[in-house]
């Protein structure tokens, strides 16, 4: 009964986010979908798919944006992101085993916390990176270590840095050499291969100053990033700093404790949370504007439950991480979020045809922070 209790929960966070997704998604271009769009009517240059998107290569988001409208993007996003979940519950049900509290730990990846990737069709490209690094750790540790299975792991490796970028390959590999008995002498410049594939033409745009990694400023930022995300506590403050240490102090000390041991169903476990711990990293390393832009939730909010099953043989850890996140995700069961983006789409869509009737300069800022007079012609319909 407690597991049926556990799936009807899950179930009822799916079906709520479902809806707010379905009943919200508006068809108009946003933000960084607008000059893609423009881009894609004025039809694609020779390795226009291979070309960085700022400091990403968004290979796959290109060709599913290359169909359809903004609204079928969403749609197609969506069912990327339920695609993902479905993967990273095989990943977890497989290495820690399938207890009756586990679709529970699953019910924060559909709240409110990631509405702006889910109502947003250019984050599939978050999606497919995270999908392919989850395909790559179940081939890596969770099937028979054959030919076959290291060359789909390295594929899918290869698909994860084609979609977005590298960090969370970069977790999936470091747990790969990191575990005794696979076969690092191969695994090592093959990785080293995959990496190099992805920096072929590389040429990062508009990416700002980086981060020094070296200073205090850094890692505080980092341990913010991943601790709202992780706990829910959607706030910017050092408190950030202790909901982190409190977490991973029992998780470092087990790592340590097990580091040669050839558990690689629990190195499975590691390799999700250190893609997550990577993925907040690289944003504080490139980081710009608000240090809590929700579509950066997705990378870190994905390693719950396998970090909560990593706990799990810690009870005392675990519960205490457990009651972190239930209390910090419960403020985000409510639709506000999702129809306040909603409503900032509508008005911009609205701006766009005011623009297209010759009654506004073309500045329509809840869609697009700079003029859309160089991608929309007044008394067009383009």
Same mark, same amino acid.
């Given at each position: 009964?407690? $597991? ?17 997704? &379905?009943?919200? =998604? ?8 607008v000059p893609?769009?423009?881009?894609l *009517?004025? #039809?694609?240059k ?9 400091e990403?290569r ?8 290359s &169909? #359809? ?24 049900? $497989? ?7 586990l679709?529970?730990?699953?019910a ?6 990631n509405?702006v990737?889910?109502?947003? #069709? ?12 989850l395909?790559a750790?179940?081939?890596?540790f969770?099937r028979?270590?054959?030919? *076959? ?30 575990t ?6 191969? =695994?090592?410049?093959c &990785?080293?291969?995959?990496?190099a594939?992805?920096?072929i033409?590389? =040429? ?5 100053? *980086?981060?020094?990694?070296r200073t205090?400023?850094f890692?505080?930022? /980092? ?12 706030r910017f403050?050092p408190?950030?700093?202790g909901?982190?240490?409190l ?6 000390w087990?790592?340590? *404790? ?9 190195m499975?476990l ?11 990293a690289?944003i504080a ?6 240090p ?16 909560m ?5 810690? $009870?005392?850890?675990?519960?205490? /991480?457990? /009651?972190?996140? =239930? ?10 979020? &999702? ?9 911009g ?7 297209k /009737? #010759?009654l ?13 007079? $160089? ?8």
């Open positions: 009964m407690k $597991k049926y209790c556990a799936w009807a929960v899950l179930a009822a966070a799916f079906v709520w986010c479902s809806i707010a997704v &379905f009943g919200c =998604a508006v068809d108009v271009a946003y933000w960084d979908e893609f769009y423009a881009a *009517k004025q #039809g694609r020779a390795g226009f798919y291979w070309q960085t998107y700022n990403h968004i290979v796959f988001t290109k060709l599913l944006m &169909f #359809g409208t903004p609204l079928t993007w969403i749609y197609t996003s969506y069912a990327l992101y339920a695609l993902t979940v479905f993967e990273l519950w095989r990943v977890v049900r $497989k290495a820690a085993g399938d207890v009756w509290f679709p529970l730990l699953f924060p990846l559909f709240s409110d916390m509405a990737n889910l109502l947003w #069709g250019f984050s599939s490209q978050f999606h497919l990176m995270i999908l392919f690094a395909l750790v179940e081939y890596a969770l028979p270590e054959t030919g *076959k299975n290291r060359l789909l792991c390295l594929l899918f490796l290869l698909l994860s840095c084609l979609s977005m970028n590298i960090v969370f390959a970069l977790g999936v590999m470091a747990a790969v050499l990191m005794d008995g696979m076969p690092k002498k191969a =695994a090592a410049p &990785f080293a291969a995959v990496i594939v992805f920096f033409g590389y =040429a990062p745009v508009g990416t700002g100053a *980086k981060a020094d990694i205090a400023e890692w505080l930022y /980092a341990m913010n990033v991943f601790s709202a995300y992780f706990t829910g506590f959607d403050s408190i950030h700093a909901l982190f240490v977490l991973f102090l029992p998780l470092i087990l790592f340590c *404790k097990n580091l040669d041991t050839d558990d690689r169903k629990r499975a590691y390799a999700v949370a250190f893609g997550s711990l990577l993925s907040a690289g390393r490139n980081r710009f504007g608000d809590l832009m929700h579509r950066h939730a997705e990378s870190v909010m994905i390693c719950i439950p396998a970090v099953m990593l706990l799990y043989p810690m $009870k005392k850890a675990f519960w205490a /991480a457990a /009651a972190i996140v =239930a209390l910090g995700y419960s403020a985000h069961f409510g639709t506000a979020s &999702f129809y306040k983006i909603k409503a900032a789409r509508l008005q869509a609205a701006c766009v045809e005011a623009f /009737a #010759g506004n300069d073309g500045s329509c800022p809840t869609l697009y922070p700079r003029n859309m007079a $160089k991608f929309v012609q007044p008394n067009s319909r383009q």
